[in-house]
């Protein structure tokens, strides 16, 4: 990834914060934003000081003038963009569809859809231009099969999932390749935070989701963080561009996959 330029949103937290990790160990330049100014700093520090090169800009992805900001920032340092990993993310509110509060439920399609779209406008300004670029949409397996009781959550990523889908297909003659990746459930970030909350919250309905992942992760059905993270830095590699608009997961035989598309398209 060396002479590499990557955004992550959401890169200081959770699976982000492992992204930024690896990207940065694979010789990319790393960008990172969210709004807590604290864990920005705290994670570059850590991680400067472990050899990666990592500017953390604070914004919020459903600003998407904050977004351009962003990536002119990154355009003054660096002077390419190469891959946006649309990674930040709401978890949303959990209960009963039928009268869950609606604004928490907006805010999760703010943050989920309309802030990877931004934040891909924003991107795209600069890598159509330049004729090439990568921007990998996290999508997750609540987006893919029902998910009750979390449908912020769930049609947010069903959501994402479509934008990539199209986005590939208007792209396709640009040299910009858009992918959707789910990581699957992971022992990080949101999933371990519903577990952690599971023996405390007052709310029954998280209690409820944090008791299922807990189940998850006891018979095996959590993808280790490593698979999670190392499929990330091939699809940022570009490995899996051949894919455009599909989306790819974690555990998936990449190779297989790759060379069925590139025989099936023959
Ligand atoms: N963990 C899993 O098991 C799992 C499974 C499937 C898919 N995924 C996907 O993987 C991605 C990362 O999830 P995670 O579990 O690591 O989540 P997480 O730990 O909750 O981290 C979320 C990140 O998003 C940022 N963020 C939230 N709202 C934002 C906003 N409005 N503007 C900018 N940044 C914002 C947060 O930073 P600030 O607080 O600083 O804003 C934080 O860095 C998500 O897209 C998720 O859907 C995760």
Redesign the pocket.
Known sequence: MRDSTVLI?????????AFTEALGQAGARVFI????TA??QETVEKLAADGILVEAVR????DGDAMKDVVARIMDVSGRLDVLV??????GPAGPTADIDFDAWWRTQQ??VA?PLLSAQAALAVMIPAGRGRIIN?????GIKRWPYATA?SVS?AALLKLSENLAAELRSTGVTVLSY????????????GIEFAGTTDDPWLARLGRWAIEARDSGA?TPLDTAVKALVRLARGDADVLAGLVINAEDDLDTRISERKASSR
């Open positions: 949103t959401g890169g200081a937290k959770g699976l982000g914060r934003t969210g709004r807590d864990a920005l914004a919020d992805v459903t649309n990674n930040a993310v709401d978890p943050v989920n802030g996290l999508v997750s397996p609540a959550y990523k789910n990581p699957g459930i992971v022992d990080a970030g949101l999933t371990r935070a959590f």
